[in-house]
T-cell receptor
Framework: AQSVTQLDSQVPVFEEAPVELRCNYS??????LFWYVQYPNQGLQLLLK??????LVKSINGFEAEFNKSQTSFHLRKPSVHISDTAEYFC????????????FGKGTMLLVSP | NAGVTQTPKFRILKIGQSMTLQCTQD?????MYWYRQDPGMGLKLIYY???????DKGEVPNGYNVSRSTTEDFPLRLELAAPSQTSVYFC????????????FGSGTRLTVV
């Protein structure tokens, strides 16, 4: 079975500073990796995903994540955060084999202050 | 295009009561899911369905039941509510498997007292 570990439950950062949210996964087979974002009192929204090809994937709002197979990681980064990026971020994994549902990490709350 | 619609948004139940959380999607998605979200615990899969008439258990199915009579609807039933079922419940759907991304509803906040 696959699993996801998000090492930080909360990451406080000042506006315009860079940020990295860490995600590590465990699986005996190849995986697909995802980052979802949840704004207050809303459902989750897909931010970006890695299925195959280039290991660096980007979202439309400036976030990027890099798949690192040797380190089993899929860290999320942004070079300069905004107040509006304040949200909870979930890393998720599914198996690259047959049908597989998403397994989510426990989430990281990104708190951006002025 | 409403996406995934969940009702109600909030509900307080007494121990032992029953209720149905409704979920409807208008995107003609084949796959539907129910997750519960507890603080600091992420999302746990309760049940999922790969099409009308087909459902399967997820990680935490005890105390819940589901049915999928149509492509659009995937209700979640709580028969005998317990305090441990206090949570936020999210319904989601996807066109095929997870690689297409899930579309989530806005959630139902349930409190069992």
């Amino acid at each position: 079975a696959q699993s996801v570990t998000q090492l930080d439950s909360q990451v406080p950062v000042f506006e315009e500073a860079p940020v990295e949210l860490r995600c590590n996964y465990s699986s005996s087979v190849s995986v697909y990796l995802f980052w979802y974002v949840q704004y207050p009192n809303q459902g989750l929204q897909l931010l970006l995903k890695y299925l195959s090809g280039s290991t660096l994937v980007k979202s439309i709002n400036g976030f990027e994540a890099e798949f690192n197979k040797s380190q089993t990681s899929f860290h999320l980064r942004k070079p300069s955060v905004h107040i509006s990026d304040t949200a909870e971020y979930f890393c998720a994994v599914s198996l690259n084999s047959g049908y597989s549902t998403l397994t989510f990490g426990k989430g990281t709350m990104l708190l951006v202050s002025p | 295009n409403a996406g995934v619609t969940q009702t109600p948004k909030f509900r307080i139940l007494k121990i032992g009561q029953s209720m149905t959380l409704q979920c409807t999607q208008d995107m003609n998605h084949n796959y539907m899911y129910w997750y519960r979200q507890d603080p600091g615990m992420g999302l746990k899969l309760i049940y999922y369905s790969v099409g009308a008439g087909i459902t399967d258990k997820g990680e935490v199915p005890n105390g819940y039941n589901v049915s999928r009579s149509t492509t659009e609807d995937f209700p979640l039933r709580l028969e005998l509510a317990a305090p441990s079922q206090t949570s936020v419940y999210f319904c989601a759907s996807s066109y095929w498997d997870s690689n297409y991304g899930y579309t989530f509803g806005s959630g139902t906040r349930l409190t069992v007292v």
